[in-house]
């Protein structure tokens, strides 16, 4: 299948089910559409890695830019929860690879407080 791309060749349910299964259950179980779909955004070779740290202000989010690498704090905003930091990293995944959140998403950072 050459000149498609990985997310075009997956068998998706209608996307906004999928981002919403996510939001409502970050930790999983998931459906099997939706961890295809996991799979393709937390590769490393699809889009760079985001991923949630525990600090001391509550969870922050990192970009990772490979081994060896330095973390690189996104922004200075910081998640009251776990919960929270997985629902915002899931949308920034969501945007490189679809170009924005579905409508009516609703807040999908969470509740943020400062770092």
């Not at 349910?13 to 259950?25: A, H, I, Q, T």
């Amino acid at each position: 299948m050459s000149g498609v791309s990985v997310v075009e060749r997956l068998d998706l349910r209608p996307l906004r089910e999928l981002f919403d299964e996510f939001m409502r259950n970050p930790g999983g179980p998931y459906c099997p559409e939706l961890a295809r779909l996991l799979k393709v955004m937390r590769s490393r070779t699809t889009m760079p890695w985001v991923a949630a740290i525990e600090c001391p202000a509550g969870y922050r989010l990192v970009g990772l830019s490979g081994r060896g690498r330095p973390l690189e704090f996104l922004s200075d905003e910081s998640f009251a929860s776990l919960h929270e930091a997985e629902t915002a990293a899931f949308a920034i995944r969501w945007r490189q690879l679809f170009g924005q959140v579905p409508p009516d998403a609703g807040s999908c950072q969470g509740t943020m407080h400062q770092a």
